[in-house]
Each structure stands twice: as structure tokens, then as C-alpha cells.
T-cell receptor
Framework: KNEVEQSPQNLTAQEGEFITINCSYS?????LHWLQQHPGGGIVSLFM???GKKKHGRLIATINIQEKHSSLHITASHPRDSAVYIC??????FGQGTRLTINP | KAGVTQTPRYLIKTRGQQVTLSCSPI?????VSWYQQTPGQGLQFLFE???????NKGNFPGRFSGRQFSNSRSEMNVSTLELGDSALYLC?????????????????FGPGTRLTVL
């Protein structure tokens, strides 16, 4: 069993829908990072979390340290949100990624 | 402020050859980490350098090596290339003293070098 599990692995939705991507981990952590990778390869850091909830624009990330679970939400999804979303908890430990496609 | 740059962006090599990839971190960043990304394995950590010293190493064979210079620029080298080494190689720099995602230091990624081994 992987130390980090993301679900779903693939998600296709219509523009405007509310999106949720989940990340569950089995290791003890001090922080969790959400990364976004667009086609072409570039990766950007979206959030760093150690507790509670963070919001940047239409993106919201939450973490429950006790339950070892984090979620990434996208409100009013847009085709430009189409990307792979990866959660990372330690240097060696990454989720396998969630490929999100938003259709206009 | 310039971002993380990687050269070359694309590379085609044949089996048995060696390759050197370069990464220039954001000015002021002293931590540089390297990652390999393949469709099958996803993102995997290769190694991390801080102040010219390798601090952490992932589970890769000795054919994969790296170094960091005094200006924080880093290179990674892969010798005796195999077909399975075809991948996107990403580097990331961090302002903090650790490139570990278990800390509150944001990682800034370069665009990657796409290596194809024929």
C-alpha cells in the first residue's frame, strides 16, 4: 500500500462544477504540499498546509492531521484548471496525482 | 526575479551514452532538489543539495549522480543510459535550509528537461 493515496486518479467535469480531490497518507507529517502540473510539465506549488484550511482564489485546501487526510477543492471550475494535481508529504513521498479535465 | 531554469529543455540520447543536465536555482536559494517523473512511476525524488553538499538521496542506482557549485547551480549526470531513463527531469529550489516537503518551505520548480533514450 502506498504511503500516500490520492483519489480519484482521473476526474472529468463540466465548467462551473465544484471539484474535490482527496489525499490520504499513512506517515506522520509536519506539513503537506499541493502541487499543480500543467501539460508541458511545469509544476507550481499551490498550498503548504500544516493544519486547518487555506484559500487562494477559487482554490481551497483543508487538512485533518488526526485523520491523516487532506482535500483540495476548486469552486466554479474552469477549463484552465485542467492539470494534474499532486499531494506531497515528504521528500520521498508523493501521491500518484489526479488528472483533472474541465470541459467547457 | 528569474525563476528556476533548466537546460537543455529536450534531449535525445541512445542507450549507453551519458548525459548531464543543468539547473540554475532562483537567486538566493541554496537548496536544489532533483526529481524524475515517468508516466508509470510518477514523481520520484533523486537527490537534494544544499551548500554544495548532497543531503539526501532517493532510491536510484549509482548511475545517477549530481553536484552543486558554489553559486548554487546544480548538475545531474546519468551514465550508461537505459531505455527506462526516458523521463522528465525536474529540479526545484527552495529558500529554506531543507528541500523536504515535510517543512514549510515552498519549492519552486523548473520547467524540466525531457530526456528520451533510444
Amino acid at each position: 500500500k502506498n504511503e500516500v493515496e490520492q483519489s480519484p486518479q482521473n476526474l472529468t467535469a463540466q465548467e462551473g462544477e465544484f471539484i474535490t480531490i482527496n489525499c490520504s497518507y499513512s506517515v506522520g507529517i509536519s506539513a503537506l504540499h499541493w502541487l499543480q502540473q500543467h501539460p508541458g510539465g511545469g509544476i507550481v506549488s499551490l498550498f503548504m498546509l500544516s493544519s486547518g484550511k487555506k484559500k487562494h482564489g477559487r482554490l481551497i485546501a483543508t487538512i485533518n492531521i488526526q485523520e491523516k487526510h487532506s482535500s483540495l477543492h476548486i469552486t466554479a471550475s474552469h477549463p484552465r484548471d485542467s492539470a494534474v494535481y499532486i499531494c506531497a508529504v515528504k521528500k520521498l513521498v508523493f501521491g500518484q496525482g489526479t488528472r483533472l479535465t474541465i470541459n467547457p | 526575479k528569474a525563476g528556476v531554469t533548466q537546460t537543455p529543455r529536450y534531449l535525445i540520447k541512445t542507450r549507453g551514452q551519458q548525459v548531464t543536465l543543468s539547473c540554475s536555482p532562483i537567486s538566493g536559494h541554496r537548496s536544489v532538489s532533483w526529481y524524475q517523473q515517468t508516466p508509470g512511476q510518477g514523481l520520484q525524488f533523486l537527490f537534494e543539495y544544499f551548500s554544495e553538499t548532497q543531503r539526501n538521496k532517493g532510491n536510484f542506482p549509482g548511475r545517477f549522480s549530481g553536484r552543486q557549485f558554489s553559486n548554487s547551480r546544480s548538475e545531474m549526470n546519468v551514465s550508461t543510459l537505459e531505455l527506462g531513463d526516458s523521463a522528465l527531469y525536474l529540479c526545484a529550489s527552495s529558500l529554506g535550509t531543507s528541500g523536504d516537503f515535510d517543512t514549510y518551505n515552498e519549492q519552486f520548480f523548473g520547467p524540466g528537461t525531457r530526456l528520451t533514450v533510444l
